[in-house]
């Protein structure tokens, strides 16, 4: 079956540091993927998109890999701030619609 | 404000009621999805629309849910005979649906609570 993982759990970085999310993703081939913040109680955001034939895009503190071989996305925050904390979601084209993950909740600590 | 809003942003109702939300997506955008979001899960799609027409609609969404786009402006999502497990975030998004990569700007959403 089709599916989109991300870390379930909440992830705790102190502040300075690099903050790393994954998302892996089974039986699909996207043709390519987003990621999204939401905040509590808002609508997501868009952040970044990059394309299946795309290895890697930048964006000021944030970038995002593509591995369409191990299925997997990771999107980095570097140099993070208290202000990143949000959960972020990963989501990609299948078929017609975009599907998105379930999120990783990220904290940044001061 | 040019982004996608939505109305109600809340809307508290007892089961058995039908309740409807409005959408206004982007003007310019030909593209319009609901989506149900509930606590620590992500947006789960429900149905969009290219213009006017709907194009496709969840399994999940079952005949007591309905939605139109009757002029491929504006959107209504209703629910009728509401249950508690509709209890969810509903939310709007719009996009250009521009296939090199479709960015979706999303709305404050409505928060459903069925009693």
């Known amino acids: 079956s089709q599916k989109i993982e991300q870390n379930s759990e909440a992830l705790n970085i102190q502040e300075g540091k690099t903050a790393t999310l994954t998302c892996n993703y089974t039986?699909?081939?996207?043709?390519?993927l987003q990621w999204y913040r939401q905040d509590p109680g808002r609508g997501p955001v868009f952040l970044l998109l990059?394309?299946?034939?795309?290895k890697e895009k930048r964006k000021e503190r944030l970038k995002v890999t593509f591995d369409t071989t191990l299925k997997q996305s990771l999107f980095h925050i570097t140099a993070s701030q208290p202000a990143d904390s949000a959960t972020y979601l990963c989501?990609?084209?299948?078929?017609?619609?975009?599907?998105f993950g379930k999120g990783t909740r990220l904290h940044i600590l001061p | 404000d040019t982004g996608v809003s939505q109305d109600p942003r809340h809307k508290i109702t007892k089961r058995g009621q039908n309740v409807t939300f409005r959408c206004d997506p982007i003007?310019?955008?030909?593209?319009l999805y609901w989506y149900r979001q509930t606590l620590g899960q992500g947006p789960e799609f429900l149905t969009y629309?290219?213009?006017?027409?709907?194009?496709?609609k969840s399994r999940l969404l079952s005949d007591r849910f309905s939605a139109e786009r009757p002029k491929g402006s504006f959107s209504t999502l209703e629910i009728q005979r509401t249950e508690q497990g509709d209890s969810a975030m509903y939310l709007c998004?719009?996009?250009?649906?521009?296939?090199?990569?479709?960015?979706?700007?999303f709305g404050p959403g409505t928060r459903l609570l069925v009693l």
């Open positions: 998004a719009s996009s250009l649906g521009d296939l090199r990569g479709e960015t979706q700007y």
């Open positions: 039986n699909y081939s996207p043709a390519y």
């Open positions: 990059i394309r299946e034939n795309e």
């Open positions: 989501a990609l084209k299948g078929d017609d619609k975009i599907i």
């Open positions: 003007s310019e955008h030909n593209r």
């Open positions: 629309f290219q213009n006017e027409a709907q194009l496709e």
